[in-house]
């Protein structure tokens, strides 16, 4: 794995919290963009060379819904940038990691994702990303 992509942070309400983290950071989001298929609405803050990720719900089933309703808002997920994450994915399955979607998806950002089950790593939602090509 190269570095941290993203942190990614579950909230309740997308604008209000758009609202706080300008104030923290400092700076306005850069983008809004909603994951269909993750029932999600995602944006994206730069906080000098890093990058936070808010991830609120747009449906009962979205995970992070369920999230919500089991932990309250707070930290989600770390996401780590990898250069070919198929071959990432194969050898943290060898390590004994659990990969909940073995087949990579399209996330938000221009990139293919997986996720690593948090019971696998103490507790944490990891998430592995590379950047799509086009
Ligand atoms: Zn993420």
Not at 11 to 25: G, M, P
Not at 76 to 81: K, S, V
Request: aromatic letters at 6%; one cysteine or more.
């Amino acid at each position: 794995m190269k570095k941290i992509e993203h942190i990614g942070i579950a909230v309740k309400n997308l604008e209000t919290s758009n609202q706080l983290f300008e104030k923290l950071l400092g700076v306005a989001h850069y983008k809004i963009e909603e994951v269909l298929s993750e029932g999600v609405r995602t944006s994206f803050f730069k906080s000098g060379p890093n990058k936070i990720e808010l991830l609120e719900a747009t449906n009962e089933e979205s995970p992070i819904a369920k999230y919500l309703k089991k932990k309250g808002e707070g930290v989600h997920h770390i996401a780590f940038a990898v250069d070919d994450i198929v071959s990432e994915i194969e050898r943290l399955k060898k390590e004994g990691f659990v990969i909940l979607n073995e087949t990579p998806k399209k996330g938000a950002d221009h990139k293919l994702v997986a996720f690593i089950h948090p019971k696998t790593a103490n507790g944490v939602l990891v998430e592995l990303c590379q950047e799509i090509k086009e």
